[in-house]
């Protein structure tokens, strides 16, 4: 039996997830996306994977660079994570932005709750993404409330 892609997706649905926006380089290009597939995936060694669609242009640029950034957004950063989502302008995503170059080289967006600046370690293919793993070269941590993802709508931590 074969799951129908929207009642996979409306499953889907019902997890909550955080937002982040993973980032990343090759020469002077410089790409990102609103990514809710990522993960943890060691402490020792620090290493975590992110999912990107293999039809995206920062998919691209993550295989050729080598590197990505994964940006934990706060619950504030609601309009940026639909600026690095729409496909709209996607080559002027960081017009106007506040960023650095990271330790790996990865774009690193100066305002994110967190940072995990990463350097990609193994790539493997999944259905219609790439699972990239990388391993965590440098962390920043300015604390905050995280974006969150619900159902098809932001919300952030309810304290209960």
Not at 73 to 97: H, I, T, V
Not at 115 to 136: M, T
Request: hydrophobic residues 40%; negative net charge.
């Amino acid at each position: 039996m074969t799951v129908a892609a929207e009642q996979f997706k409306d499953a889907l649905r019902e997890w909550v997830s955080g937002v982040t926006i993973v980032t990343s380089r090759h020469g002077e290009r410089v790409h990102g996306m609103t990514v809710s597939s990522f993960a943890s995936v060691s402490l020792e060694p620090p290493l975590v994977l992110v999912c990107a669609d293999k039809d995206s242009n920062t998919h691209g640029v993550i295989a050729e660079g080598g590197v990505f950034a994964v940006h934990v957004l706060g619950r504030d950063q609601e309009a940026l994570s639909n600026l690095f989502a729409s496909k709209a302008d996607e080559e002027r995503r960081f017009d106007g932005l506040a960023w650095e170059v990271g330790a790996t080289g990865a774009p690193i967006l100066v305002d994110a709750v967190a940072v995990l600046d990463c350097r990609v370690i193994s790539a493997h293919g999944a259905g219609d993404h790439v699972i990239y793993v990388g391993a965590v070269e440098q962390v920043q941590r300015r604390g905050g409330e995280p974006l969150l993802y619900h159902r098809g709508h932001y919300t952030g931590v309810v304290e209960g």
